[in-house]
């Protein structure tokens, strides 16, 4: 009866393996070429800070660098410029460039009358994840510095061919008012008014994050593959879900901060080791597992919270936008741990199990190992 079981579920079986070895492959070859150099072809974010006080209207902009050059129709030496140095170059030598790509398409406006962008000061070059930003900073002359004001963002739109589904994050404190929002293709533009956090956005953000962070599905990826009963994948995933919190909250809130320099190398290291660990999954006893992946979580904690690039100390309107962020991640992770682990359950079944799991073990290793060194070559 033994010896007939597995060939009564062979079919089911095998189309399980089938299943999961495609969502794998798939994974994988959407990852392999999605170095950090490409990492945005799909989608970018921008961010945008407004400030209102003695009636003086401060703007400060980051936009991904490359992409910001490209949309202003630059010579490739200044789009493909790498260094930091020669980058903020660049930024000052096309200055008048950027600053009409970038007036025309991002706006304030104080009632009903538009107000005058005019740079202030230098440009700078900031880094998150291995990616460059511009950091722009202008002034806003209005007309009336009482009105309510309004700010718009038109910021690389789809019909530019280069990405797509673009968000600009703004924040923002005028007078006494403070609040802060997503402005995409559907809501161009929002009233800088005082407002409470805008919970669905960060949710849909947060989801996204995790979907398009692929760093972070890779390290799942490797736990799961790694995992041995149901019981331990969901002890592995809450094991996770607890430390990346922990320093995603705190790091958000402003209390930690990590340079992304030290982040990025180590969380890629993360999931060269996880994958490695598929190897061993049956030696290394559970004890010993936990604590890893806890100090993983606590380094991927400070990933996500950079993707939001939020410098703002803490305030109660924050923290329910962290919260509203963090449950879009967990919402994703637990989606897919659902979907994938029957899937896995079933692979593990066949003949194909062991050899099919150490391979997908061995090509998540060489993908993290190969943006290891991306990120550390990237900082010389």
């Known amino acids: 009866m033994t010896v007939?079981?597995?060939?009564?579920?062979?079919?089911?079986?095998?189309?399980?393996?089938?299943?999961?070895?495609?969502?794998?492959?798939?994974?994988?070859?959407?990852?392999?070429?999605a170095t950090s150099a490409v990492a945005h072809d799909a989608t970018t974010a921008a961010s945008a800070e407004v400030e209102r006080a003695g009636g003086e209207v401060s703007v400060e902009l980051e936009l991904e660098y490359d992409l910001l050059m490209?949309?202003?129709w630059l010579y490739a030496e200044a789009y493909e410029a790498t260094d930091p140095?020669?980058?903020?170059?660049?930024?000052?030598?096309?200055?008048?460039a950027v600053d009409d790509y970038v007036t025309e398409r991002f706006a304030i406006d104080a009632g009903a009358e538009r107000c005058t962008l005019e740079r202030a000061g230098a440009s700078d070059i900031r880094d998150d994840a291995g990616r460059a930003f511009a950091v722009l900073r202008y002034s806003a002359r209005c007309a009336d510095d009482e009105a309510t004001l309004a700010a718009s963002s038109?910021?690389?739109?789809?019909?530019?061919?280069?990405?797509?589904?673009?968000?600009?994050?703004?924040?923002?404190?005028?007078d006494d008012a403070a609040g802060s929002g997503l402005l995409t293709a559907a809501t161009p533009t929002i009233e800088l008014v005082e407002t409470t956090p805008h919970f669905g956005e960060y949710f849909l953000l947060g989801a996204e994050?995790?979907?398009?962070?692929?760093?972070?599905?890779?390290?799942?990826l490797a736990l799961l593959l790694g995992a041995r009963s149901l019981r331990g994948i969901v002890v592995a995933a809450t094991t996770f879900t607890v430390a990346h919190s922990v320093t995603f909250l705190i790091a958000g809130l402003g209390f930690v901060s990590v340079p992304a320099a030290i982040v990025e190398p180590v969380i890629a290291l993360s999931i060269v080791a996880a994958a490695v660990a598929v190897f061993f999954a049956r030696e290394?006893?559970?004890?010993?597992?936990?604590?890893?992946?806890?100090?993983?979580?606590?380094?991927h904690g400070l990933g996500f919270a950079s993707a939001l690039g939020i410098d703002e100390q803490w305030s109660w309107s924050l923290l329910g936008s962290l919260l509203a962020f963090n449950v879009g991640i967990e919402a994703v992770q637990l989606a897919i741990i659902a979907v994938a682990f029957p899937l896995l359950v079933l692979l593990r079944r066949t003949a194909a199990a062991d050899p099919a799991t150490k391979i997908v073990g061995a090509l998540v290793a060489a993908v993290g190992l190969l943006w290891f060194a991306e990120r550390i070559i990237a900082q010389f």
Do not use: C, N
């Not at 597995?6 to 070429?33: C, E, N, Q």
């Not at 140095?85 to 008048?96: C, I, K, S």
């Open 70 to 72: 490209k949309s202003a």
């Open 85 to 96: 140095d020669v980058q903020r170059e660049q930024l000052t030598e096309h200055a008048d």
């Open 209 to 220: 994050h995790l979907l398009l962070g692929l760093d972070h599905l890779l390290f799942l």
């Open 284 to 299: 290394v006893p559970s004890r010993y597992r936990m604590p890893v992946i806890f100090a993983f979580g606590l380094l």
């Open 154 to 174: 038109a910021l690389f739109p789809d019909l530019e061919g280069f990405v797509h589904d673009t968000e600009t994050r703004i924040t923002w404190s005028v």
């Open 4 to 33: 007939d079981q597995p060939r009564r579920r062979g079919p089911s079986t095998r189309v399980a393996a089938a299943i999961m070895v495609s969502l794998a492959t798939s994974v994988l070859a959407v990852v392999l070429p």
